[in-house]
């Protein structure tokens, strides 16, 4: 399993979101890797100022940081960038089991429609693994996750993102499995028994069977037709999720923006810790 790579930014948030990956680095035994991107007030620097003040911010990071990574494998890295890129690109070049953000950051703006420079919503568009968004406040780590499945391949991704978490040893309290009718599924009027009912072991069975499988608690859940993300996030409050789960569709096209709007829209409006998994997440 590749590290834990959790972006940094001093701010109160940030230590929330750094709180978080360190329980999940020390529930799978992975390497967590702290990275804080920064730029010169001025770009034109001498070289001698340059690395002062590197090490300047290496300093205020491992201050940060303090000793609550001295139990794990860990690796603080200070970059002169924008931390959209250097996080893309660490992700990226070290295939990070998992990138963790902060909803918000020392700017103090949440991820929003209008806000489309903000790091998060470029992570979303662009970060070619698992992302994990952190709002303030929650740093427990994963216990009840709530993940949706529809059967498509990038849904098949989130239920193999979640096995290999409780495979490796993350301390899964339950899960919930929930589908959305819809006509592709093959349910209405298949069968004099409720629809929910086939739904739900159609979730069992087959939709997220390998969670089914892992001798936790497993709820298969079934809603009918409804906006996708409001239900998601209403099944999440309901069942007291720490964890939602959901695939996107990947990334294509000239700009490499994600396909599809339901990862977008949760992501909008979550109130608690989410993961965007990509196809090959």
Same mark, same amino acid.
């Given at each position: 399993?590749? @590290?834990?790579?959790?972006?940094?930014?001093?701010?109160?948030?940030?230590?929330?979101?750094? /709180?978080?990956?360190?329980?999940?680095?020390?529930?799978?035994?992975?390497?967590?890797?702290?990275?804080?991107?920064?730029?010169?007030?001025? =770009?034109?620097?001498?070289?001698?100022?340059?690395?002062?003040?590197?090490?300047?911010?290496?300093?205020?990071?491992?201050?940060?940081?303090?000793?609550?990574?001295?139990?794990?494998?860990?690796?603080?890295?200070?970059?002169? $960038?924008?931390?959209?890129?250097?996080?893309?690109?660490?992700?990226?070049?070290?295939?990070?089991?998992?990138?963790?953000?902060?909803?918000? $950051?020392?700017?103090?703006?949440?991820?929003?429609?209008?806000?489309?420079?903000?790091?998060?919503?470029?992570?979303?568009?662009?970060?070619?693994?698992?992302?994990?968004?952190?709002? @303030?406040? !929650?740093?427990?780590? @994963?216990?009840?996750?709530?993940?949706?499945?529809?059967?498509?391949?990038?849904?098949?991704?989130?239920?193999?993102?979640?096995?290999?978490?409780?495979?490796?040893?993350? /301390?899964?309290? =339950?899960?919930?499995?929930?589908?959305?009718?819809?006509?592709?599924?093959?349910?209405?009027?298949?069968?004099?028994?409720?629809?929910?009912?086939?739904?739900?072991?159609?979730?069992?069975?087959?939709?997220? /069977?390998?969670?089914?499988?892992?001798?936790?608690?497993?709820?298969?859940?079934?809603?009918?037709?409804?906006?996708? @993300?409001?239900?998601?996030?209403?099944?999440?409050? !309901?069942?007291?999720?720490?964890?939602?789960?959901? $695939?996107?569709?990947?990334?294509?096209?000239?700009?490499?923006?994600?396909?599809?709007?339901?990862?977008?829209?949760?992501?909008?409006?979550?109130?608690?810790?989410?993961?965007?998994?990509?196809?090959?997440?």
């Amino acid at each position: 399993m590749g @590290p834990i790579v959790v972006g940094v930014d001093g701010s109160s948030e940030s230590r929330d979101a750094l /709180a978080w990956a360190t329980r999940l680095a020390e529930a799978l035994a992975a390497e967590i890797v702290v990275v804080r991107a920064w730029r010169p007030e001025s =770009s034109e620097v001498r070289p001698e100022t340059a690395k002062r003040l590197e090490a300047a911010r290496r300093s205020e990071l491992e201050g940060f940081c303090g000793s609550r990574l001295d139990h794990l494998r860990h690796e603080l890295i200070v970059v002169d $960038g924008d931390p959209r890129d250097v996080l893309v690109e660490q992700a990226h070049a070290r295939e990070a089991a998992a990138v963790v953000v902060a909803s918000v $950051g020392a700017s103090g703006h949440r991820p929003g429609l209008l806000r489309v420079g903000s790091v998060v919503e470029y992570l979303a568009h662009h970060v070619d693994r698992p992302l994990v968004v952190i709002p @303030p406040g !929650s740093t427990t780590a @994963p216990g009840a996750i709530v993940v949706a499945v529809d059967g498509s391949d990038h849904a098949r991704a989130a239920v193999e993102w979640v096995r290999r978490l409780a495979d490796g040893g993350l /301390a899964v309290e =339950s899960i919930t499995a929930l589908v959305v009718d819809q006509p592709e599924l093959g349910l209405s009027g298949a069968s004099d028994r409720p629809w929910t009912a086939q739904a739900e072991d159609l979730v069992r069975t087959r939709l997220a /069977a390998p969670l089914a499988e892992l001798g936790v608690p497993f709820v298969p859940v079934a809603r009918g037709e409804a906006p996708v @993300p409001e239900t998601i996030l209403d099944v999440a409050e !309901s069942a007291g999720a720490d964890l939602v789960v959901i $695939g996107t569709r990947g990334t294509g096209g000239v700009t490499g923006l994600r396909i599809g709007g339901v990862a977008l829209a949760v992501l909008h409006r979550a109130d608690r810790p989410l993961v965007l998994v990509p196809p090959q997440g």
